[in-house]
């Protein structure tokens, strides 16, 4: 399962709300390609996606509860999350977002597509790919 389909499948999913979204995307960025598995304090995922402790706690919660997330929470712990498999789809079969938003199909807007929400999206990236250049 690779990252990018994970990203995609995230990004998808319209019963996720914008911050479950966001955690989740943030707790991509921490993901041992090798393992699979996540292990970022909840203060760090608070701080990173400039929420609280407990929103980060609901969102990590509803993740969970909606299938993006395997596994329970073990208070006392040390905190482990994992991705749930995503089928990786062909090339082809990917949908273009400037396609979706150009012509034919009648979108809502969504949360997604919120200026902040896109703003911390492209920081995400830079620092995804910042991290990439100096490893």
Partial sequence: MNKYDIERSILERQDLTTIEAFVAMILLTHRNNKTGL??????TLAR???????????????LRE??????ESHPGKIAQYQFAPVAARPKAARPSV?????GGEDMARSDLDHPEWNR????????????????
């Avoid at 990173?48 to 509803?62: D, F, M, P, Q």
Wanted: charged content about 30%; hydrophobic content about 40%; proline content about 2%.
């Fill in 98 to 102: 400037a396609k979706a938003h150009d």
């Fill in 38 to 43: 996540c292990f970022p304090s909840q203060s």
């Fill in 66 to 71: 909606k299938g993006v997330l395997l596994g």
């Fill in 120 to 135: 911390r999206l492209r920081a995400l990236k830079r620092r995804e790919l910042a991290a990439a250049d100096e490893g």
């Fill in 48 to 62: 990173e996606s400039k929420s609280s402790r407990s929103t980060v706690i609901r969102a990590i919660a509803g």
